[in-house]
């Protein structure tokens, strides 16, 4: 077991959780509470596996999809025990999409810290996945079959959109409404039910479930766009980690895929050729490109949209400081460095 | 794409799925029927992942486990459309550990066709096993909340020992207690399952419903140790496939577990070293020193116990058709040969 670095961040209960600009005050022990229930589910296997059940406390990130459940009860109406479930469950399935995501990517850290495959290898990683995946099913059967419903179609819409993804992988002619169909199942299909669920079990009309589920599914994208931008474009030592993967991968996003259509044929077969090489400035030549075809302007655009309908969304709510932390967390998503 | 050799077993729907000496007569209608529920459910997938869903189509064995819903059920009272789902969803889950597995194993066949990991690679294995996982939850919230517990519970015990098994891969101290902890999970647990929901959506009382379940659970360990004696003992002429893996991938199983705890320490340290090396005759040395500690009748035994307490298990069942099957199906998972 590699030791961990002295925490960069806020923690709870030890953990980095959310980044210094972002704050999840209002439903810090509600959080707290989702936390209890993801670690009482993975008891009974504590004894056999306990290291690795153990390592998992660090794989997560900033619980931005259980803070989502418990922000939009709360802004909606209440929290109840139900939301706590269900926030255990979405990030049980959003940290299961890790585990695996790094099998794909060979990824040897996350967050400072060894992978669980790097650590423990391959075979292990698939099967923790596996796990966190059932076990996200099961603690939600314990709220009601329409929970189960939800969860599980979102989940389907993960996965067919990593599934899509990784087969279109190094296909330079990828479309955009391809890519937007890749990114609202691998991103958006989650932070739509954290909406939608949050909404659903606060005591809100069906109508304002359908608004969060709004506001979560255009969080997501425009999250995602943010974020494959920020791996094109971004500055290395603001983001604290290696970017550019989605170009060492050939993975297309939309800054890509705009400046691919953009420009005549002969320059975009030539950008493709850029594409495929394997040059050491090959993101420094790609960037160039893009900022000459206006890619990133039109990309950054795309994103603010996304943004705009989901904090119009979050009008049908009342004003509160919940909300008003929804709509800080909305801008964070296309404002961040890292 | 490889193509087909000729179906060797007799085929539903042109694809193979039960060894001839295994009927599912009565309700080979209502696996059709559950086979539709299957295809339905990953239709909306066709369109840009169709090559890999059609794959899956010759994925699949002998429905097993679909057949011991459905069988349960019309034997313990009525088949009902709840039946349906649940056997796709039981083979969905099936389904999705043999993908896995084919990548834990590295494995290149299945069924003579080549698995989802030799054609598409490892990563499109393994998110295509997730969305097998994540569509049997989905389909499973269409009855209802109980069954989704009872699928989910089940699935957690099948990854809990699938994740023991490759964790204890290689520890030659394994305890029998440990090696039952394990193929009750992974094999038992689904098997289990089956029985219960079977019997308990068909009307029959909860009392037959925990009969049925112990009848799979037992079931599920008596094929569980035939499988193993036959990986270490039996003929690969008449199996038809490659044996010994379990000896190549230091998996401890029953009848070495017996055999090391028989043995005077020196004689067992040998037989460890046996099982350490890569020697080309390992398999028959070891099936030697197994004969002589007289661990495969001890194992042949513990198997037939098991498929004792399943068939007693079965009495509480009036006679018919299906509950015939059954017992057939019992006295199958510990005479087969392949």
Not at 12 to 18: E, K, P
Not at 281 to 289: C, H, L, T, Y
């Amino acid at each position: 077991m590699t030791a961990l670095p002295p925490a960069l961040e806020p923690t709870l209960n030890g953990i980095a959780y959310r980044p210094a600009s972002l704050s999840f005050g209002p439903v810090v022990a509600d959080i707290e509470l989702a936390e209890r229930v993801f670690t009482t589910a993975l008891a009974p296997y504590r004894t056999p596996l306990a290291p690795l059940m153990q390592h998992l406390r660090h794989y997560r990130g900033k619980r931005l999809r259980p803070a989502l459940v418990l922000l939009t009860a709360k802004a909606a109406g209440s929290i109840t025990s139900a939301h706590h479930t269900l926030a255990a469950a979405v990030e049980m399935i959003h940290t299961a999409t890790l585990v695996h995501d790094d099998v794909l990517d060979e990824a040897e850290t996350r967050r400072h810290v060894r992978t669980v495959n790097a650590e423990w290898g391959n075979k292990i990683s698939i099967l923790l996945g596996d796990m966190l995946f059932s076990q996200a099913f099961t603690i939600t059967s314990a709220v009601d079959v329409r929970a189960c419903k939800f969860i599980g179609e979102a989940t389907n819409r993960v996965c067919a959109g990593e599934l899509r993804q990784v087969c279109e992988r190094g296909n330079l002619h990828l479309s955009e409404a391809d890519y937007f169909a890749i990114i609202d199942g691998k991103t958006a299909a989650l932070t739509e039910v954290c909406g939608r669920l949050g909404a659903l079990y606060s005591g809100a009309p069906e109508s304002v479930a359908e608004q969060m589920a709004t506001f979560g599914r255009n969080l997501g994208l425009a999250f995602q766009v943010a974020d494959d931008l920020l791996d094109l474009t971004g500055d290395e030592t603001k983001a604290g980690k290696t970017l550019g993967t989605d170009l060492e991968q050939q993975k297309m996003t939309l800054p890509l895929i705009h400046a691919l259509n953009k420009l005549p044929e002969r320059d975009a077969e030539e950008l493709r050729d850029v594409l495929r090489s394997t040059d050491a400035d090959k993101r420094s030549n790609v960037a160039a490109v893009l900022a000459e075809t206006g890619s990133v302007i039109y990309a950054r655009r795309r994103a603010e949209e996304f943004a705009r309908v989901a904090r119009t969304a979050l009008e049908c709510l009342p004003r509160s400081e919940c909300r008003t932390i929804l709509e800080h967390v909305t801008e964070w998503s296309i404002r961040r460095e890292k």
